[in-house]
């Protein structure tokens, strides 16, 4: 589903060159839950963005579910993202005018969709986050546990293969974080496809899978079993 090859990505700063990507090759499959672990500067926020197709590469191929996606112009990326991709992001990225519904709403206004089909698919994915009851709320209104719930219900609503998690736990205290964990792990074991970014350790060892990420380049790939 997620084949990287020979990913760069460089970057000039006057004489000389950052690789923040440096001949990265990862493949994931579909049904997979992967962690992509690094401290700040590890390249795996750039890892990320390669990966949502909100950046492409300086050289390599990236294929997204069959398709190249690594030459695309931003239309085109725009459309992936909008249809293959569900993000979700540390500070949740809820727009405070708008009520719970219409932020879950948002992804899908660029699908063409009708309005009522568009509320059923939102309806669907508060309910499924167990927010259907606080539709007609507001972001304020919420704790950030539920804020982050909100966040989840937009990613899925569209219903696309793979949910990028950007540190989804790093602003929220340990209980709430647990909690927003275990909900991944609920979506995983329903057989979404799910990568995590995070420098967090404890969290990257609940994870099946853990690649590790060290100044652009691929350190270790393992699996839960083989850490054992």
């Known amino acids: 589903m997620i084949d990287l090859k020979d990913i760069y990505k460089i970057y ?3 004489d000389s060159e950052i690789r923040a990507l440096d001949g990265v090759n990862l493949h994931i499959s579909r049904g997979e839950f992967v962690a992509i672990v690094g401290a700040s500067g590890s ?5 990320m963005n390669i990966i949502g197709c909100l950046d492409i590469p300086t050289s390599g191929t990236y294929m997204l579910n069959g398709t190249d996606v690594s030459t695309m112009g931003e239309n085109d990326l725009a459309r992936v993202r909008n249809r293959e991709l569900g993000f979700i992001f540390q500070q949740y990225n809820l727009i405070p005018k708008l009520n719970l519904l219409e932020n879950v709403e948002l992804p899908l206004i660029y699908r063409g969709l009708s309005p009522e089909k568009r509320k059923e698919m ?3 994915s508060l309910e499924r986050v167990g927010l259907g009851d606080r539709a007609k709320k507001f972001p304020s209104q919420l704790s950030g546990g539920q804020q982050q719930r909100v966040s989840i219900a937009r990613a899925l609503a569209g219903n696309p293969p793979v949910i990028l998690a950007d540190e989804p736990t790093g602003a929220l205290d340990s209980k709430t974080g647990h909690d927003v964990l275990e909900f991944l792990k609920k979506l995983h074991s329903e057989g979404t496809t799910i990568v995590l970014i995070t420098h967090d350790n404890g969290i990257a060892e609940q994870i099946p899978r853990v690649v ?3 100044d652009g380049k691929i350190i270790s790939d393992e699996s839960k079993e083989a850490r054992v």
């Open 12 to 14: 000039s700063d006057g």
């Open 43 to 47: 390249g795996k926020s750039t890892c």
């Open 122 to 124: 939102a309806m669907l």
């Open 212 to 214: 590790r990420i060290h």
